[in-house]
């Protein structure tokens, strides 16, 4: 547990507040509640190229089971050109916290 001592005032700057760290986490958390990425943004979240990501992580069979929306999953795969992908903020950043080993450990 944190302590703090002080028999001090100490001034809290006019752009930042104190909050409690639980209130930190659950604003967090509810971030990426109800947002959808497109594969641009995975490219930024990832910092991995269209490519890279759709052949280590999309496709193969292993994830793919569980990420199409066709499984029950939250990534929806497009069915002809022209179709965008679509992936459900909350839960793929979850997949890519949980599986990272899996994904770079072939």
Same mark, same amino acid.
């Given at each position: 547990?944190?302590?703090?001592?002080?028999?001090?005032?100490?001034?809290?700057?006019?752009?930042?507040?104190?909050?409690? #760290?639980?209130? /930190?986490?659950?604003?967090? $958390?509810?971030?990426? #509640?109800?947002? +959808?990425?497109?594969? #641009?943004?995975?490219?930024?979240?990832?910092?991995? !190229?269209?490519?890279?990501?759709?052949?280590?992580?999309? +496709?193969?069979?292993?994830?793919?089971?569980?990420?199409?929306?066709?499984?029950?999953?939250?990534? +929806? +795969?497009? !069915?002809?050109?022209?179709?965008?992908?679509?992936?459900? $903020?909350? #839960?793929? $950043?979850?997949? /890519?916290?949980?599986?990272? $080993?899996?994904?770079?450990? !072939?």
């Amino acid at each position: 547990m944190q302590q703090l001592q002080v028999s001090l005032s100490i001034p809290v700057p006019e752009n930042m507040v104190l909050i409690q #760290k639980i209130e /930190l986490e659950e604003l967090k $958390a509810n971030e990426l #509640k109800g947002v +959808y990425w497109s594969m #641009k943004d995975l490219e930024q979240k990832t910092a991995k !190229k269209s490519e890279w990501i759709k052949e280590n992580i999309l +496709y193969p069979s292993r994830f793919r089971r569980l990420l199409d929306t066709e499984n029950g999953g939250f990534v +929806y +795969y497009p !069915k002809c050109k022209g179709q965008t992908w679509s992936f459900q $903020a909350t #839960k793929m $950043a979850d997949f /890519l916290e949980k599986h990272f $080993a899996d994904i770079f450990n !072939k």
